[in-house]
Every structure is written in structure tokens, then in C-alpha cells.
């Protein structure tokens, strides 16, 4: 990170196994991540991590990154495959910081628009990555809906992402390209609300 010259921003990961069997020693790595190597925020798989996005294992994770003030993004791409009902769908995840006592608290991203569930976002809070999921919504449903849809969700909440290398950077310049967005929107979505949520400035 410190290499790039300031140009990459680091997360760290989480795991509920391996080296890290328990919450507290997650924390305590955590910590170390942020106030040693300087990373700045947390990402959050709970696919990956095999649990749901609402485990209670979870809270003091996310309770140590709000006391960090480091954002908390989580994969929010629900399968049918992952069951009950989806590990990671954004409901889960808003029941997981409700019962952390972070209700919009926490500097929040979540990745992916929530795939299938991606309405839950209109109304919800925290900040939304369309990655992968915009191409999806307009394949199925056209450009025209895919813009309202973010509209509805809000331009202050949205934020560019691609889920590379798996979806190329050219596929979505195509589909913005076809979006009404002023050059003000633009700038917020590629840029601005990302600094905002980093504090870039």
C-alpha cells in the first residue's frame, strides 16, 4: 500500500477461523491493522466467512471498526445457494448493526446493490457499490429502470464499482454512458461520495 504512492486504499478482511477462532482475537488484529499498517477499512464476506451477514459473532467486529472509525463494507450478494434465505441480503446486515446498537452509526458500504434484494436498499442507509449487480439489473430490466432505481436509492449513496476482473471496466462505461447523469452526478458517483466516505475531502 504504502508503494502505490497514495493512489490504493487498503481494507482489511475478516475470518471467524483459522489463526482468529474467536471475535476478541479478530478485534485485536483489527486493531492492529488499522493503528500499525494503516489500513482504513473493514471488509465483511459472510459468504466467504460460511455465517450469516446478521451472526451475533459479528457485533463486536463491527462495534471495534465504528470505535476505529473506519468504514465497514460487506458483501451484500445473496444466492439462492446461500440458505436460509441468503447469508448476506442488506436486511441481515441492517439487523446485525440494529443489534450492535449501529443503526446508521457506522460508515457503511454495501457491495454489490444486494443482488436480488437489491430493494431493500430504497429506504435503507449507508452506502451502496453497484458492482456486478448494475449489469445485471440492466440486462434484465434495461438502462431506463437501472438509473431510476439508483435515483431512488439516492446519487448521495452511490458508488462506482466493478467487481473486476470479473466484469470489465468498458461494460459499465457503456451502461453509464446511456444514464442521464450530469457531469456533477458523475463526479459524485466515480468520486466524491468515495471521499466522502474516506475522507479524502
Given at each position: 500500500m504504502n508503494e502505490s504512492g497514495g493512489r490504493?486504499?487498503?481494507?482489511?478482511?475478516?475470518?471467524?477461523?483459522?489463526?482468529?477462532?474467536?471475535?476478541?482475537?479478530?478485534?485485536s488484529e483489527l486493531e492492529r491493522a488499522v493503528r500499525t499498517l494503516g489500513l482504513r477499512g473493514l471488509k465483511i464476506h459472510p459468504s466467504n466467512l460460511k455465517t450469516a451477514a446478521d451472526d451475533r459473532r459479528l457485533e463486536p467486529i463491527v462495534q471495534a471498526a465504528a470505535r476505529l472509525e473506519i468504514p465497514v463494507v460487506f458483501?451484500?450478494?445473496?444466492?439462492?445457494?446461500?440458505?436460509?434465505?441468503?447469508?448476506?441480503?442488506?436486511?441481515?446486515v441492517y439487523q446485525l448493526l440494529a443489534a450492535s446498537g449501529l443503526a446508521e452509526g457506522l460508515p457503511l458500504v454495501l457491495a454489490h446493490m444486494g443482488g436480488?434484494?437489491?430493494?431493500?436498499?430504497?429506504?435503507?442507509?449507508?452506502?451502496?457499490?453497484?458492482?456486478?449487480?448494475?449489469?445485471?439489473?440492466?440486462?434484465?430490466?434495461?438502462?431506463?429502470?437501472?438509473?431510476?432505481l439508483l435515483r431512488k436509492i439516492g446519487l448521495d449513496r452511490v458508488l462506482f464499482g466493478t467487481d473486476y476482473p470479473i466484469h470489465a471496466?468498458?461494460?459499465?462505461?457503456?451502461?453509464?454512458?446511456?444514464?442521464?447523469?450530469?457531469?456533477?452526478?458523475?463526479?459524485?458517483?466515480?468520486?466524491?461520495?468515495?471521499?466522502?466516505?474516506?475522507?479524502?475531502?
Open positions: 490504493f486504499i487498503a481494507f482489511a478482511d475478516c475470518t471467524l477461523g483459522g489463526s482468529y477462532d474467536e471475535p476478541g482475537e479478530v478485534v458483501h451484500s450478494n445473496p444466492r439462492a445457494f446461500d440458505v436460509p434465505f441468503g447469508l448476506s441480503p442488506p436486511a441481515r436480488v434484494q437489491f430493494l431493500d436498499l430504497v429506504g435503507g442507509y449507508g452506502y451502496v457499490d453497484f458492482s456486478g449487480t448494475l449489469l445485471w439489473l440492466c440486462e434484465l430490466y434495461g438502462t431506463e429502470f437501472a438509473e431510476r471496466y468498458e461494460r459499465y462505461y457503456a451502461v453509464l454512458d446511456g444514464m442521464e447523469f450530469t457531469d456533477a452526478e458523475i463526479e459524485q458517483i466515480a468520486y466524491g461520495n468515495a471521499a466522502s466516505l474516506l475522507t479524502l475531502g
